[in-house]
Protein backbone atom coordinates (compact mmCIF):
# COMPACT_ATOMS: atom_id res chain seq x y z
CA UNK A 1 0.00 0.00 0.00
CA UNK A 2 1.54 3.36 -0.94
CA UNK A 3 2.17 5.45 1.48
CA UNK A 4 -0.31 8.36 2.51
CA UNK A 5 1.85 11.93 3.41
CA UNK A 6 -1.06 13.81 5.14
CA UNK A 7 -0.17 17.33 5.10
CA UNK A 8 -0.15 16.90 1.32
CA UNK A 9 -4.06 14.95 1.64
CA UNK A 10 -6.61 17.05 3.21
CA UNK A 11 -9.36 14.24 1.91
CA UNK A 12 -7.31 11.04 3.40
CA UNK A 13 -7.28 13.22 7.24
CA UNK A 14 -11.05 13.43 6.74
CA UNK A 15 -11.28 9.88 5.78
CA UNK A 16 -9.81 8.57 8.62
CA UNK A 17 -12.45 10.60 11.28
CA UNK A 18 -15.23 9.51 9.21
CA UNK A 19 -14.12 5.62 9.13
CA UNK A 20 -13.85 6.02 13.37
CA UNK A 21 -16.54 7.72 13.47
CA UNK A 22 -15.33 10.82 14.94
CA UNK A 23 -16.58 12.82 12.66
CA UNK A 24 -19.90 13.48 10.93
CA UNK A 25 -20.84 13.73 7.22
CA UNK A 26 -21.60 16.94 7.16
CA UNK A 27 -18.49 17.92 9.21
CA UNK A 28 -15.44 19.78 7.66
CA UNK A 29 -12.65 18.03 9.11
CA UNK A 30 -9.44 20.63 9.42
CA UNK A 31 -6.09 19.58 10.81
CA UNK A 32 -3.87 22.11 12.51
CA UNK A 33 0.08 21.00 12.22
CA UNK A 34 1.51 21.15 15.91
CA UNK A 35 5.81 21.87 16.11
CA UNK A 36 8.05 19.66 18.60
CA UNK A 37 9.39 16.22 17.98
CA UNK A 38 11.45 15.51 14.72
CA UNK A 39 10.46 12.14 13.71
CA UNK A 40 6.80 12.81 12.95
CA UNK A 41 3.76 14.93 11.42
CA UNK A 42 1.50 15.81 14.23
CA UNK A 43 -2.18 17.39 13.68
CA UNK A 44 -4.28 18.54 15.74
CA UNK A 45 -8.32 18.20 14.87
CA UNK A 46 -10.74 20.12 16.44
CA UNK A 47 -14.33 18.46 15.80
CA UNK A 48 -18.11 18.13 17.57
CA UNK A 49 -16.99 14.65 19.23
CA UNK A 50 -13.91 16.50 20.88
CA UNK A 51 -10.16 17.56 20.32
CA UNK A 52 -7.96 14.78 18.60
CA UNK A 53 -4.05 14.65 17.86
CA UNK A 54 -3.01 12.41 14.38
CA UNK A 55 0.51 11.08 14.67
CA UNK A 56 2.24 9.97 11.46
CA UNK A 57 5.77 8.71 11.11
CA UNK A 58 8.40 10.09 9.00
CA UNK A 59 10.32 8.36 6.41
CA UNK A 60 13.18 11.11 6.97
CA UNK A 61 13.51 12.80 10.36
CA UNK A 62 13.81 16.42 10.81
CA UNK A 63 17.41 16.77 11.46
CA UNK A 64 20.84 18.18 9.37
CA UNK A 65 22.57 14.86 9.13
CA UNK A 66 20.41 12.23 6.62
CA UNK A 67 18.61 9.98 9.01
CA UNK A 68 15.83 7.65 6.69
CA UNK A 69 14.00 5.02 9.22
CA UNK A 70 11.05 2.78 8.29
CA UNK A 71 7.47 4.04 8.95
CA UNK A 72 6.23 0.67 9.89
CA UNK A 73 7.58 1.57 13.54
CA UNK A 74 4.06 3.71 14.25
CA UNK A 75 2.79 0.27 14.67
CA UNK A 76 5.17 -0.50 17.48
CA UNK A 77 4.09 2.35 19.06
CA UNK A 78 0.38 2.15 18.65
CA UNK A 79 1.16 -1.56 20.92
CA UNK A 80 3.24 0.07 23.03
CA UNK A 81 0.57 2.06 24.40
CA UNK A 82 -2.41 -0.28 24.52
CA UNK A 83 0.32 -2.78 26.43
CA UNK A 84 0.95 0.04 29.07
CA UNK A 85 -2.05 1.60 29.07
CA UNK A 86 -3.10 -1.32 30.93
CA UNK A 87 0.02 -1.23 32.92
CA UNK A 88 -0.48 2.40 33.85
CA UNK A 89 -3.46 3.62 32.95
CA UNK A 90 -3.75 7.18 32.24
CA UNK A 91 -0.22 7.68 32.22
CA UNK A 92 -0.05 7.13 28.59
CA UNK A 93 -2.51 8.17 25.27
CA UNK A 94 -5.36 6.28 24.86
CA UNK A 95 -5.46 5.27 20.73
CA UNK A 96 -8.63 5.87 19.47
CA UNK A 97 -7.83 4.25 15.75
CA UNK A 98 -4.95 3.72 13.16
CA UNK A 99 -4.60 4.06 9.60
CA UNK A 100 -2.56 2.02 7.50
CA UNK A 101 -2.03 4.18 4.16
CA UNK A 102 -0.79 6.98 6.09
CA UNK A 103 0.65 5.18 8.78
CA UNK A 104 -0.97 7.07 11.41
CA UNK A 105 -3.13 6.80 14.41
CA UNK A 106 -5.41 8.61 16.34
CA UNK A 107 -5.45 10.05 20.37
CA UNK A 108 -7.29 12.40 22.28
CA UNK A 109 -6.20 15.70 22.38
CA UNK A 110 -4.54 16.48 25.56
CA UNK A 111 -5.10 20.15 26.63
CA UNK A 112 -3.90 22.92 28.56
CA UNK A 113 -4.10 21.49 32.16
CA UNK A 114 -0.74 19.57 30.85
CA UNK A 115 2.42 20.77 30.84
CA UNK A 116 5.71 19.83 28.72
CA UNK A 117 8.15 18.69 31.16
CA UNK A 118 11.10 19.97 28.79
CA UNK A 119 9.40 23.21 28.94
CA UNK A 120 8.88 23.42 32.51
CA UNK A 121 12.85 22.57 32.93
CA UNK A 122 14.48 25.09 30.53
CA UNK A 123 12.26 27.46 32.23
CA UNK A 124 13.80 26.83 35.78
CA UNK A 125 10.85 25.23 37.25
CA UNK A 126 12.61 21.99 38.95
CA UNK A 127 9.95 19.58 40.44
CA UNK A 128 11.77 16.83 41.89
CA UNK A 129 9.05 14.96 42.46
CA UNK A 130 8.03 14.72 38.85
CA UNK A 131 11.47 13.37 38.45
CA UNK A 132 10.10 10.61 41.38
CA UNK A 133 7.39 9.92 39.38
CA UNK A 134 8.29 9.18 36.50
CA UNK A 135 11.46 6.67 37.76
CA UNK A 136 8.88 4.87 39.68
CA UNK A 137 6.22 4.79 36.47
CA UNK A 138 9.78 3.33 34.22
CA UNK A 139 10.08 0.95 37.03
CA UNK A 140 6.83 0.04 37.12
CA UNK A 141 6.24 -0.78 33.24
CA UNK A 142 9.93 -2.56 33.32
CA UNK A 143 8.77 -5.03 36.30
CA UNK A 144 5.41 -5.62 34.75
CA UNK A 145 7.37 -6.46 31.62
CA UNK A 146 10.28 -8.61 32.76
CA UNK A 147 10.65 -11.66 30.50
CA UNK A 148 7.55 -11.81 28.94
CA UNK A 149 8.18 -14.18 25.90
CA UNK A 150 4.94 -12.79 24.20
CA UNK A 151 5.99 -9.13 24.31
CA UNK A 152 9.15 -10.32 23.55
CA UNK A 153 8.07 -12.04 20.39
CA UNK A 154 5.71 -8.81 19.16
CA UNK A 155 8.49 -6.18 19.73
CA UNK A 156 11.46 -7.89 18.27
CA UNK A 157 11.73 -5.13 16.94
CA UNK A 158 15.56 -4.97 16.62
CA UNK A 159 16.12 -2.99 13.49
CA UNK A 160 14.39 0.09 14.08
CA UNK A 161 15.64 0.36 17.47
CA UNK A 162 19.41 0.54 16.00
CA UNK A 163 18.01 2.79 12.77
CA UNK A 164 16.38 5.68 15.91
CA UNK A 165 18.52 4.99 18.50
CA UNK A 166 21.66 2.88 18.13
CA UNK A 167 23.09 4.35 14.90
CA UNK A 168 21.81 7.90 15.04
CA UNK A 169 23.85 8.34 18.92
CA UNK A 170 26.29 5.90 19.88
CA UNK A 171 27.43 4.58 16.35
CA UNK A 172 27.16 8.28 14.38
CA UNK A 173 29.40 9.47 17.82
CA UNK A 174 31.75 6.68 17.56
CA UNK A 175 32.24 7.88 13.82
CA UNK A 176 33.32 11.12 14.72
CA UNK A 177 35.53 10.25 17.86
CA UNK A 178 37.58 7.52 16.27
CA UNK A 179 39.64 7.42 19.69
CA UNK A 180 36.56 6.25 21.45
CA UNK A 181 35.01 3.77 18.76
CA UNK A 182 36.17 0.43 20.28
CA UNK A 183 34.17 1.38 23.65
CA UNK A 184 31.04 2.92 22.55
CA UNK A 185 30.63 -0.06 19.32
CA UNK A 186 31.11 -2.23 22.15
CA UNK A 187 28.46 -0.65 24.20
CA UNK A 188 25.94 -1.16 20.92
CA UNK A 189 26.79 -4.39 20.89
CA UNK A 190 26.02 -5.08 24.36
CA UNK A 191 22.77 -3.15 24.41
CA UNK A 192 21.59 -4.68 21.21
CA UNK A 193 22.06 -8.11 22.77
CA UNK A 194 20.27 -7.63 26.44
CA UNK A 195 16.75 -8.27 26.32
CA UNK A 196 15.22 -7.97 29.37
CA UNK A 197 11.70 -5.92 29.38
CA UNK A 198 9.50 -3.62 27.21
CA UNK A 199 11.67 -0.48 26.17
CA UNK A 200 10.20 3.08 25.67
CA UNK A 201 13.61 4.28 23.68
CA UNK A 202 12.87 7.85 23.70
CA UNK A 203 12.33 8.55 27.90
CA UNK A 204 13.21 12.16 27.06
CA UNK A 205 11.23 15.44 29.12
CA UNK A 206 10.05 16.80 25.64
CA UNK A 207 7.77 13.30 25.78
CA UNK A 208 6.49 13.63 28.83
CA UNK A 209 3.17 15.74 29.79
CA UNK A 210 2.88 16.81 33.95
CA UNK A 211 -0.76 16.10 34.17
CA UNK A 212 -3.01 16.25 37.09
CA UNK A 213 -2.88 12.82 37.72
CA UNK A 214 0.76 12.18 36.93
CA UNK A 215 3.68 12.29 34.29
CA UNK A 216 2.03 10.86 30.89
CA UNK A 217 4.54 9.21 28.21
CA UNK A 218 4.45 10.28 25.02
CA UNK A 219 6.01 9.13 21.27
CA UNK A 220 6.90 5.35 22.11
CA UNK A 221 7.80 4.57 18.43
CA UNK A 222 11.20 3.29 19.53
CA UNK A 223 9.60 0.50 21.58
CA UNK A 224 11.96 -2.24 21.65
CA UNK A 225 11.98 -5.46 23.97
CA UNK A 226 15.75 -5.34 24.96
CA UNK A 227 17.76 -3.31 27.61
CA UNK A 228 15.92 -1.48 30.34
CA UNK A 229 19.76 0.12 30.68
CA UNK A 230 19.08 2.27 27.77
CA UNK A 231 15.81 3.84 28.96
CA UNK A 232 17.14 4.97 32.16
CA UNK A 233 20.40 6.31 30.66
CA UNK A 234 18.36 8.22 28.30
CA UNK A 235 16.36 9.97 30.94
CA UNK A 236 19.01 10.62 33.09
CA UNK A 237 20.56 11.93 30.45
CA UNK A 238 18.62 15.14 30.14
CA UNK A 239 19.24 16.02 33.64
CA UNK A 240 23.15 16.51 33.22
CA UNK A 241 22.53 18.50 30.16
CA UNK A 242 20.12 20.46 32.17
CA UNK A 243 22.74 21.01 34.78
CA UNK A 244 25.06 22.12 32.11
CA UNK A 245 23.02 24.88 30.21
CA UNK A 246 21.19 26.28 34.00
CA UNK A 247 23.95 26.16 36.06
CA UNK A 248 21.86 27.76 38.74
CA UNK A 249 19.26 24.77 39.13
CA UNK A 250 22.41 22.31 38.96
CA UNK A 251 21.35 21.78 42.46
CA UNK A 252 17.68 20.91 41.83
CA UNK A 253 18.43 18.86 38.58
CA UNK A 254 20.93 16.24 40.47
CA UNK A 255 18.50 15.71 42.85
CA UNK A 256 15.99 15.01 40.15
CA UNK A 257 18.90 12.71 38.58
CA UNK A 258 19.08 10.83 42.25
CA UNK A 259 15.34 10.95 42.88
CA UNK A 260 14.54 9.55 39.53
CA UNK A 261 17.13 6.32 39.97
CA UNK A 262 15.68 5.95 43.45
CA UNK A 263 12.64 5.54 42.34
CA UNK A 264 13.16 3.22 39.59
CA UNK A 265 15.70 0.60 42.05
CA UNK A 266 13.19 -1.27 44.12
CA UNK A 267 10.82 -2.27 40.81
CA UNK A 268 14.41 -3.64 39.12
CA UNK A 269 13.71 -7.64 40.36
CA UNK A 270 14.03 -8.99 37.63
CA UNK A 271 18.21 -8.94 37.10
CA UNK A 272 21.14 -8.21 39.79
CA UNK A 273 21.18 -4.38 40.78
CA UNK A 274 24.55 -3.80 40.18
CA UNK A 275 25.12 -5.52 37.02
CA UNK A 276 21.92 -2.98 35.80
CA UNK A 277 23.68 -0.25 37.18
CA UNK A 278 26.67 -0.90 35.39
CA UNK A 279 25.22 -0.88 31.78
CA UNK A 280 23.40 2.52 32.36
CA UNK A 281 26.50 3.88 33.91
CA UNK A 282 28.82 2.75 30.84
CA UNK A 283 25.27 4.18 28.75
CA UNK A 284 25.27 7.53 29.86
CA UNK A 285 28.36 9.50 28.92
CA UNK A 286 27.78 7.83 25.54
CA UNK A 287 24.57 9.38 25.16
CA UNK A 288 25.92 12.69 26.63
CA UNK A 289 28.43 12.70 24.03
CA UNK A 290 26.06 11.94 21.20
CA UNK A 291 24.02 14.79 22.09
CA UNK A 292 26.59 16.96 20.75
CA UNK A 293 28.16 15.16 18.38
CA UNK A 294 25.48 12.56 17.20
CA UNK A 295 22.37 13.11 14.45
CA UNK A 296 20.21 14.72 17.18
CA UNK A 297 22.48 17.13 18.71
CA UNK A 298 20.31 19.32 21.83
CA UNK A 299 19.61 22.88 20.34
CA UNK A 300 19.38 24.41 23.79
CA UNK A 301 23.32 24.48 24.59
CA UNK A 302 25.45 27.47 23.58
CA UNK A 303 29.06 26.26 22.00
CA UNK A 304 31.04 26.97 25.02
CA UNK A 305 28.26 24.26 27.24
CA UNK A 306 29.20 22.04 24.26
CA UNK A 307 32.77 21.93 24.42
CA UNK A 308 32.02 21.65 28.13
CA UNK A 309 29.68 18.79 27.81
CA UNK A 310 31.92 17.11 25.21
CA UNK A 311 35.05 17.28 27.89
CA UNK A 312 32.94 15.91 30.37
CA UNK A 313 31.54 13.20 28.40
CA UNK A 314 34.93 12.00 26.87
CA UNK A 315 36.76 11.76 30.40
CA UNK A 316 33.69 9.76 32.21
CA UNK A 317 34.57 7.26 28.39
CA UNK A 318 38.11 7.16 29.29
CA UNK A 319 37.20 6.61 32.96
CA UNK A 320 34.50 4.72 32.91
CA UNK A 321 32.31 5.03 36.30
CA UNK A 322 31.42 2.41 38.74
CA UNK A 323 28.23 3.96 39.48
CA UNK A 324 25.49 6.51 38.83
CA UNK A 325 26.67 8.30 41.74
CA UNK A 326 29.92 8.89 40.55
CA UNK A 327 28.96 10.18 37.11
CA UNK A 328 26.79 12.70 39.36
CA UNK A 329 29.74 13.45 41.50
CA UNK A 330 31.49 14.34 38.64
CA UNK A 331 28.98 16.28 36.98
CA UNK A 332 28.31 18.44 39.96
CA UNK A 333 32.31 19.30 39.94
CA UNK A 334 32.53 19.85 35.99
CA UNK A 335 29.17 22.11 36.55
CA UNK A 336 29.44 23.79 39.78
CA UNK A 337 25.98 25.30 40.97
Not at 145 to 159: C, I, K, P, R, S
Request: aromatic share 8%; charged share 20%; hydrophobic share 45%.
Amino acid sequence: MAYVDLTRDPGAMRRIFLALGLAGQDEDVRATALTGGVSSGIHRVDLRSGSYCVKQALPQLKVAKVWMVPVERVFAEIRYLQVVGRIAPGQVPRVLGTDEASKSFVMPFLGPEYRNWKADLLAGRVDVRVARAVGDLLGRIHAATAGDAQLAAQFATDENFHALRLEPYLVETARVHPALADGLLATVERTAATRRVLVHGDVSPKNILVGPDGPVLLDAECAWFGDPAFDLAFCLNHFLLKAAHLPAHAGELLASFRAFTDAYRPHAGWEDAQALEARVALLLPGLALARIDGKSPVEYLGEAQRAQVRRASIALLQDPPPSLSTIAARWARDFPA
